[in-house]
């Protein structure tokens, strides 16, 4: 067996060894003994809402459990809820395994997807395997891997940036079908992702220094690209309609962020641009990496550290490898690699320089980006790719003469020692730090004067060690430090069912719900700080003393004999708060009165009262319920307002006996119904039937799309190549 | 096309990524505005230094990793703000409880020489000493500690009463460690003679221990004599000065008539003396008694706190 052919098993077999130790290491959270970050927790939450309706034919759209109902696209595309990859983890859900470990298996593996990704796209770089292994080490045990556990919506982001810069490195060099289908699949599925801004910018960037960097090669491709479009048309047009539908979801939420109707109050803490995704400078200040990251944190007490680590660690490795590559020469790409990385970290650093605010001001995607963060996480790749490049440019330049190669030595030597004498000045170093600085040093000056070592078997697991010896202690400690007390493992393991309840818990009460229901809340836990729902419930938290409030807001349906307008603008909080406080037989209605309702008008008679649906009885009876809609039977001998205590938003529409009726926001925060006297069937929904048909529609298409596409790559590598 | 790309391209000027480097450490350097770095550190590690807080009013157990962040806190805060007197203070008690003496009594050297007034900062000091068999030192200490103008310490904590400013939100707290702390002044006191005399007696410096113990049993701010009458009375033994030993073991017995090891010592100086009758007694007495239990170890766990403080770093990040 030849060289190459040793290296092209060996590798593999590296890498296949790489994504063992990641698991083996990481082995408490996967199996669901370590608790995840609080972050990594409620993407966990959010997984199984969505799975859990999804088998029951629904798409949630809604989430009636938490501040008395509130939207949930937004949070849903923090998973990539359209990813055509989750069919894996839903299906196995569904056969019956445990939701915890699915859900963690399946974004570790979906993780390795995106590393894969990477290791192609630096086989397709470097054409060498080992500078492709050696980059892709360095990032698999870099920061990014433990957002698997922590921040999972990057590594959704993550995934399909990283294919898209395959697919489309690809297509530069060959323009073909199947690498323009790729790029559109990847655009695809980070148009469905939480905020593709975050690709966006990490492109955009790229793009800016890719232009200054090749103007004439970019010119050239241009130009390839016009040709592929012109005579591929009909391809083209499917991918930008393609690309157009999997938009859609976000243009909905752009559109109806911007109606001023949903409040996020953490966010939006001093922004006066008018939109429910807005973020003011300052959170996004708080959430920069400088304060979890210092210069000293990047190498000591690296036992200690737990989700500071998310920020940004890589091995200690490649410190080394940027003290050695200082002599290197400099060439573009070396420019283009670290000027994203440095553009994309005097981002991340905030308002600790200047860049970021100025993006902010003047580029409305940076309105939208709070976890700046992500952008740094972003350029990982780019960082492993330019270290890699470093190690491969330092040996294509060792002299040959021996003078040459000992000075070369003195330095590499040199380098090694200053770089352990800080480290020990710092303190608190990990031993495999320094074994790793010792055995580095070994490797390079062996290297050096062996330069044939490059091509043995033992350098590639040389380089194996080097990157991964490090962070396989410091992801050790990280398992470690990851606190255990009090944790019993996930609960809800299997599919839990969306109950209606007639009454959801008062302040500070439990309501002893069945242990196969989503729990509700009593609507005041996530405190005025951290508020996302319908501002008008805002609006009513915080004008109305709790305790009334709370008392009122326990029954969800309360159907009243008289009706009154309320202006927005002049609510009287009092005569509220006196409304709610005595049961008084009167609903309010935020708009003016007209057609049938106006018979409600009128003053209450001594002796009338609401009446409060505790249960299902003769008169009132729920017929179906999902999160996104409710449908009740009411049979009454006058005509009554039905007031259903579930946040309003303008999305919500209703049908009486299957004809649509205008619903009204009652009780300054709550959906009203006219209801005439006699049996009615009431059916209340989020959103029209035809949105809810075209997520699912969509879901299908992307699918679909997926599957084209495979199909096309497969051809295309059974087609035998002639170059 | 990409092949060419994939060629690398030479620059004429910048032909050395160490060069390229410089530009970027210039550029990120230049840049950077460093009082926002040091705010943004603070504020990350402030639920740290919150802990601590919770850790001294027995809240919460001890984190390694958090104390760890406490020290950075401290330290970050001391380059924020080197006017401020607590951190080393508080840096000297949190190496304590990490274990690292040796940075504990420098962080307590450097909190001294900045408030030589402050009782506390020598009894921290002594007990940093006296923990790592330092005894000499921790007798000096000690004694220092107890001659410090009381008037003085007390000034100190009206000084940083003064600077609780900084942290609006919390002053109630402030107001109320302030007063505990003054109760405690008292008690410390004590402790302070019971640890110089121990100190001493570790460096069987009898002629020390008698003169401070004896000394203290004087005090009327001492209100705990039994033991260090004890110590008198024991360092009087081993001067073999049996009837000053027989006077302070028969105070010692005044002050606690249950101090089990007085007996043991009277019954041995009597013996000494020659009334083995008179000694048996005792002897037997004792016996029917159990030890005092003098358990210097909780007493090596009780500090005088630097009070919790926090500055408000997020408002003046908000105006900086």
Redesign the interface.
Known sequence: MNHKKSIKILVPILLALAFGLWVYVFRGFLLGQKPLSADGESYLYWGKFYFDNMIKGVYPLWYPFSEWGKSIEYILRFLGDLNPFLVIPFSLYKMGLPYAPVYLAYAAAYYFLGILGFFFLAQKYFKNFCWSLLSTLLLLFSSLGLNVFFNYCEIVLFVPTVWFFYFLYSFCEDFKKENFLGIVFCLMIVSITYIPFYFLATFLTFLFFFSILYTHQLKELSLKFVQFFKSHKALSLVSLVALFLSMVPGLIWVIEGACKEIICTYRQTGTAFAHAGAVGLRPINIGGIVGPITIERLFSGLNLRVNQLSYFFFSVFIYLILLISLWNRTHKRAVLFLSICLVMFLIAITDVVGLHQFLYEHLIIFKFMRNIYYLLSLSLPFLALFMAEAVKDFFDAVPESAQGKFKLSVFVVFVHAGFAGILYHLGGILPTSYITILLSGIFFLFSIWNLKFKSSMLFPMILFILAILQPLEVFFYYSKNTPKSGFQGYSNKHVQIMAFSYRRPKIGETLHQPPNTFPENDGFGSGDGKFLGAIWTKTLRDQVDHAILGEYVQYKFILYDHVETIKDQTIHWNKVSENFQKNTDRAFVSEKITGNLAQLKGDIKPGESPIVIKQNGENFQVLNFDVNSITVRTRFNKPKFLVYNDSYLKQWEAKVNGKPVKLYRANVAFKGVYLPAGEQVVRIQYKPTWLHYFYWFLMAFVALFFIYFLIILLKSLMTPRHD | ??????Q????VI????????LM?FL??GS???HK??TI??L???RDSARYINQFVEKKAPFD??IF?EAV?YYQTLKVYKPQFPLQNNMLGFLYYQLKDYDKSAIFYKQAITENPDFFGLYYNLGIVYYKTGRWKEAGEMFSQALSVDPQASRDYYNFIGHIKYYDPEDVNRMTGWLKTEFVEVGNGYTKAFEFVVKSYDRLKDYEKVYTLAAKACQDPKIQQKDFLAFMAGKAAYASDKKQQALYWFNQCLRYNAKYREAYDYLGMVLKDLGQSDMAAKFIEIGNTLEKVNKNTEEDLKLFYYPPYFELNVESE??HG
């Open positions: 096309m990409i092949k060419k790309i994939s690398p391209q030479r620059f910048i032909n050395r990524l160490f060069f390229l480097y970027i550029l990120v840049s950077i505005n926002k770095v943004r550190i504020n990350h590690l390694e990793i760890r950075e990040a908000s």
